[in-house]
């Protein structure tokens, strides 16, 4: 853990430039290597060709990003890495946003360890 997904609407697939945004998702996060271990960071992303926003009326767009983490981080570790994540998406899409109607949210979802099962052997590539 950290797991992104970030799902996007497939009205923006061209102009989002989705593998830069992955990049710098985990640039962000493997600048918290103390709180995150690099070998647990994955990202993902999900291009939405069903979907609706709003009323449906237009050719509105949005970007949901789910950070999962597991428990044990403090509030501040929390709120910080989530501050830092969405002003790096705000920053990824305001060329974009300042161009159509666009929505760009994160939710942060931490859950139990004992509620998840690992079996990873790169966390050992990094182990000083």
Known sequence: ?????????????????????????????????????????RSRAIELHDYLVADGAEDDAFVHITLKIGSGRSEQVKRNTCDALFDAV????APLFDQRYLALSLE?????????????????????
């Open 1 to 41: 853990m950290p797991h992104i997904i970030v799902e996007y609407t497939s009205n923006i697939k061209e102009e989002a430039n989705i593998p830069s945004l992955l990049q710098t998702i985990h640039h962000v996060l493997l600048a918290r290597r103390d709180s995150f271990p690099i070998g647990g960071i």
């Open 90 to 93: 705000k920053t990824h899409f």
């Open 108 to 128: 942060l979802a931490e859950f139990s360890e004992g509620g998840t099962y690992k079996h990873n052997n790169i966390h050992a590539r990094y182990a000083t």
